[in-house]
């Protein structure tokens, strides 16, 4: 009885907020406008892998990814070909000192498995918005966390197997 009840309470939960449909695209095959929005802004990249993806509030956006000197970056833009965000993969030592003494205090002696700076495009001027980590602690578990510039936290989301996640 108890696995039936499990099995219907699993069934009408909604998908986590977090989740977005994705698609692996060909980049030759993107729309136009997205391509050129691209090719725009990052006029020398060679793109390495592109998705579409449908957001909680049921747009559709595309992310681009390439790399430099061996780090990746993920573009996302608009279908009009705007870029919207930019997903920049930087070395821990990289992070703001007050960033990094943030995480190192709530996560002492974590793996840092990817530190990403992430910058939020609105009417074509670039700012960065906060900076992401995803750290292992010593139990094994994975935390995607938000860190701003001064050291606030302002999001951390368990990564749970099986593209399954948790907010903390």
């Known amino acids: 009885m108890r696995a039936a009840v499990l099995a219907l309470a699993v069934a009408v939960l909604p998908a986590p907020l977090t989740r977005a449909d994705e698609e692996s695209i060909p980049f030759d095959k993107l729309p136009k406008a997205v391509a050129d929005g691209f090719k725009?802004?990052?006029?020398?990249?060679?793109?390495?892998?592109?998705?579409?993806?449908?957001?909680?509030?049921?747009?559709?956006?595309?992310?681009?990814?390439?790399?430099?000197?061996?780090?990746?970056?993920?573009?996302?833009?608009?279908?009009?070909?705007?870029?919207?965000?930019?997903?920049?993969e930087i070395g821990k030592a990289d992070l703001p000192k007050a960033a990094a003494a943030a995480l190192d205090k709530k996560y002492p002696k974590a793996t840092y498995k990817i530190v990403e700076e992430v910058t939020k495009?609105?009417?074509?001027?670039?700012?960065?918005?906060?900076?992401?980590?995803?750290?292992?602690?010593?139990?094994?578990?994975?935390?995607?966390?938000?860190?701003?510039?001064?050291?606030?936290?302002?999001?951390?989301?368990?990564?749970?197997?099986?593209?399954?996640?948790?907010?903390?």
Do not use: C, H, M
Not at 73 to 81: N, Q, S
Not at 130 to 159: F, P, R
């Open 121 to 168: 495009v609105a009417d074509g001027k670039e700012a960065v918005a906060y900076y992401e980590a995803l750290v292992e602690t010593a139990d094994g578990k994975q935390w995607e966390v938000e860190v701003l510039k001064d050291g606030t936290i302002k999001n951390v989301e368990e990564k749970k197997p099986e593209g399954k996640s948790e907010r903390q």
């Open 40 to 88: 725009k802004r990052f006029p020398n990249a060679k793109p390495t892998g592109a998705s579409k993806e449908t957001t909680e509030d049921k747009k559709t956006v595309y992310e681009v990814t390439f790399k430099t000197d061996g780090k990746t970056t993920d573009v996302t833009l608009t279908e009009g070909g705007a870029v919207t965000t930019i997903e920049k």
